[in-house]
């Protein structure tokens, strides 16, 4: 059983069009970290948030942490060729922030 | 700052051998983490640890050990290499920054055991 279920798990789009990724789970968070992994390289931290109904915007990624702290979305707005990659998603649980639970990621690909 | 350091990037061994995947940070953090990825399965801890001379099991330890000596070192050791080993490791740092635990990955070792 998955803990974290990301979605879509694969998604090809063309330059300049928005998407959106999903972050579900029926467990609670104490914060939630979103990650980028390009081919041949290890994941790379993008954000965390921590506080329900947060949101966080990096350029043209916005993040949002749900309000009950069960899920979290990732939108990209006027996507480009270099937001191609694997989008991870991972939960830190209360009182055991020191492993966290990972999603299976959703590969993007953004098309020129 | 390197960050975290990983190598060798690509390995190939065959069934039986023994090898030690070596990981090095240079960013002082007290926690260190062995993943393995796998297509389609995610990134699996293997073992961390929370500082040095602590070390405790992941999800997925059979097959491999760890010890942590140093602050900054961190090796994952294979004693008898299978095929089901074959897989993308990556060794991560991480950072108790404001009480949230995030974590900072090197490139990762390719290994092949056929």
């Known amino acids: 059983t998955q803990l974290l279920e990301q979605s879509p798990q694969f998604l090809s789009i063309q330059e300049g069009e928005n998407l959106t990724v999903y972050c579900n789970s029926s467990s609670v968070f104490s914060s939630l970290q979103w990650y980028r992994q390009e081919p041949g390289e290890g994941p790379v931290l993008l954000v965390t948030?921590?506080?329900g109904g947060e949101v966080k915007k990096l350029k043209r990624l916005t993040f949002q942490f749900g309000d009950a702290r069960k899920d979290s979305s990732l939108h990209i707005t006027a996507a480009q060729p270099g937001d191609t990659g694997l989008y991870l998603c991972a939960g830190a649980r209360a009182g055991n922030n020191r492993k966290l639970i990972w999603g299976l990621g959703t590969s993007l690909a953004v098309n020129p | 700052n390197a960050g975290v350091t990983q190598t060798p990037k690509f390995r190939i061994l065959k069934i039986g051998q023994s090898m030690t995947l070596q990981c090095t940070q240079d960013?002082?953090?007290?926690?260190m983490y062995w993943y393995r990825q796998d297509p389609g399965m995610g990134l699996k801890l293997i073992y961390y640890s929370v500082g040095a001379g602590i070390t405790d099991k992941g999800e997925v330890p059979n097959g491999y050990n760890v010890s942590r000596s140093t602050t900054e070192d961190f090796p994952l050791r294979l004693e008898l290499a299978a095929p089901s080993q074959t897989s993308v490791y990556f060794c991560?740092?991480?950072?108790?920054?404001?009480?949230?635990?995030?974590?900072?990955f090197g490139p990762g070792t390719r290994l092949t055991v056929t």
């Open positions: 948030v921590v506080t």
């Open positions: 991560a740092g991480g950072s108790r920054a404001g009480g949230l635990y995030e974590q900072y």
């Open positions: 960013m002082n953090h007290n926690y």
